[in-house]
């Protein structure tokens, strides 16, 4: 059976590839492995069926035989940790690929999405002018610290592995903030994502999605 992945039907980034989705469409991409992409509305989410596969009523799901998963990070490791391309063989190294996940997940992407919330969510807040240089802050520290630790790497341990995938999925949500650009060494880096070609064909065929939509076709 084709695994089957779950997008946005109508997402809300228009096809800039920012969606988390994306994340998965690269790893099965990077993979070489076939999978179906079944689109969802945001009241299908909501609904009975949808959060049988995801208690939040979220996308990206992935179903496979008879697993259904849900939370971008875990279907990425069982992905790498199922076919030979995203993580060493070697232990230790695969260990190190590993915590890169979860520092792109749980160190780098918070104070990215504050940003989101601070500017869009809470932006007509009375105290929302005060926040949001105390939020940029916070990111200009995280990408001072992973820019310092990357230096002149192509990546962040030897080869690409699924952290570099994490990784650069979530730098990418704060381009538009400009503050990836203030980081040149971190810049540079996510456009090595980019430009690999599991990325290209990933980001094709989320935007063939948007733009079927805004065809009408
Ligand atoms: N921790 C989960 C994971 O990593 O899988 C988070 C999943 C998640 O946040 N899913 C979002 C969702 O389904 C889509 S990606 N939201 C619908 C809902 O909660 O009702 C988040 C996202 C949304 C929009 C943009 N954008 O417009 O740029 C980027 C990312």
């Known amino acids: 059976m084709?695994?089957?992945?779950?997008?946005?039907?109508?997402?809300?980034?228009?096809?800039?590839?920012?969606?988390?989705?994306?994340?998965?469409?690269?790893?099965?991409?990077?993979?070489?492995?076939?999978?179906?992409?079944?689109?969802?509305?945001?009241?299908?989410?909501?609904?009975?069926?949808?959060?049988?596969?995801?208690?939040?009523?979220?996308?990206?799901?992935?179903?496979?035989?008879?697993?259904?998963?849900?939370?971008?990070?875990?279907?990425?490791?069982?992905l790498a940790g199922q076919h030979a391309g995203l993580l060493p063989t070697d232990p230790l190294a695969r260990a190190r690929a590993v915590g890169w996940v979860f520092a792109a997940l749980n160190t780098i992407e918070p104070p990215i999405l504050d940003l989101f919330t601070a500017r869009v969510l809470e932006g007509d807040k009375p105290w929302a002018a005060e926040r949001l240089p105390l939020v940029q802050d916070r990111i200009r520290t995280r990408f001072?610290?992973?820019?310092?630790?990357?230096?002149?790497?192509?990546?962040?341990?030897?080869?690409?592995?699924?952290?570099?995938?994490?990784?650069?999925?979530?730098?990418?949500?704060?381009?538009?903030?400009?503050?990836?650009?203030?980081?040149?060494?971190?810049?540079?880096?996510?456009?090595?994502?980019e430009a690999r070609a599991a990325y290209q064909r990933a980001f094709a065929a989320q935007l063939a999605v948007f733009t079927a939509l805004s065809d009408g076709s």
């Open 2 to 78: 084709t695994p089957i992945l779950t997008g946005f039907a109508q997402s809300p980034d228009r096809g800039r590839g920012l969606a988390r989705d994306m994340r998965v469409r690269w790893a099965l991409e990077e993979l070489g492995l076939p999978y179906e992409v079944r689109l969802v509305s945001f009241a299908e989410m909501k609904e009975p069926a949808h959060l049988a596969l995801h208690p939040f009523g979220q996308i990206p799901t992935y179903q496979e035989g008879g697993l259904a998963l849900f939370e971008s990070g875990a279907i990425l490791l069982h």
């Open 144 to 193: 001072g610290q992973l820019s310092a630790r990357l230096g002149a790497a192509e990546w962040l341990e030897g080869d690409f592995t699924a952290g570099d995938l994490m990784m650069v999925s979530v730098l990418l949500r704060a381009r538009s903030s400009g503050l990836l650009e203030e980081f040149p060494t971190l810049a540079a880096y996510v456009a090595r994502g």
